[in-house]
């Protein structure tokens, strides 16, 4: 899982109330991004960074917030409105330019109560 | 729409025998190509990569890719598969059309190989 941590492993959430999922990295990338995957749909795009203070909505932003203040993170805030947030979420970073593979962090399964 | 189409849900085949997981991708220009692999509850981990050049492209744990532009696929090969290699395996595909920064994922294959 290299150099991006994620935390926690496990949360778990009643309806209604917002939670944020933290992602760190430590390898200088300035490309961010977050996933969501369900089972049998691979990996939905939320939310990516290309720089500090500035991101771009991905396929399926809805309900969900990020902030992109440092470098090194890119937090992701499952508000109330997101209707089903029970999903395991990944944070992947890479270096700026398409030739370029991303890393992933390990993951965190979020479980609405 | 541009995507990634992984057509087998699930692979078996038994350990030592060579094992084949097919990608095909319907992007516009010369997109570069990745393989990634998953174990339960972690991340991803990347695999190899297709950017240019030979069309056989070798990675990590003794895999290799097979690039081809004409049926636009990028199918993963190992000659000889183990037991640890059962897992979750991710095809992507990264457009190079200008202002395009995203990756786009296949659903996923599960390998499982047979001791």
């Known amino acids: 899982d290299g150099g991006i941590t994620q935390s926690p492993k496990y949360l778990f959430r009643k309806e209604g109330q917002n939670v944020t999922l933290s992602c760190e990295q430590n390898?200088?990338?300035?490309?961010m991004y977050w996933y969501r995957q369900d089972p049998g749909q691979g990996l939905r795009l939320i939310y990516y960074?290309?720089?500090?203070?500035?991101?771009q909505k991905g396929d399926i932003a809805e309900g969900y917030s990020v902030s992109r203040e440092k470098k090194e993170s890119f937090p992701l805030t499952v508000t109330s409105a997101q209707k089903n947030p029970t999903a395991f979420y990944l944070c992947?970073?890479?270096?700026?330019?398409?030739?370029?593979?991303?890393?992933f962090g390990p993951g965190t399964r979020l479980t609405v109560l | 729409a541009q995507s990634v189409a992984q057509p087998e849900d699930q692979v078996n085949v038994a350990e030592g025998n060579p094992l084949t997981v097919k990608c095909t991708y319907s992007?516009?220009?010369?997109?570069?190509l990745f393989w990634y692999v998953q174990y339960p509850n972690r991340g991803l981990q990347f695999l190899l990569k297709?950017?240019?050049?030979?069309?056989l492209v070798k990675g990590s744990y003794g895999f290799e890719a097979e690039f081809n532009k004409s049926q636009t696929s990028f199918h993963l090969k190992k000659p000889s598969a183990l037991v640890s290699d059962s897992a979750l395996y991710f095809c992507?595909?990264?457009?190079?059309?200008?202002?395009?920064?995203?990756?786009?994922f296949g659903t996923g294959t599960r390998l499982k190989v047979l001791a």
């Open positions: 992947a970073s890479s270096i700026q330019g398409a030739g370029h593979e991303q890393f």
């Open positions: 390898l200088n990338h300035d490309a």
């Open positions: 960074s290309q720089i500090v203070n500035d991101f």
């Open positions: 992007v516009s220009g010369n997109p570069y």
């Open positions: 297709y950017i240019t050049g030979d069309n």
């Open positions: 992507a595909v990264r457009p190079t059309t200008s202002g395009t920064y995203k990756y786009i």
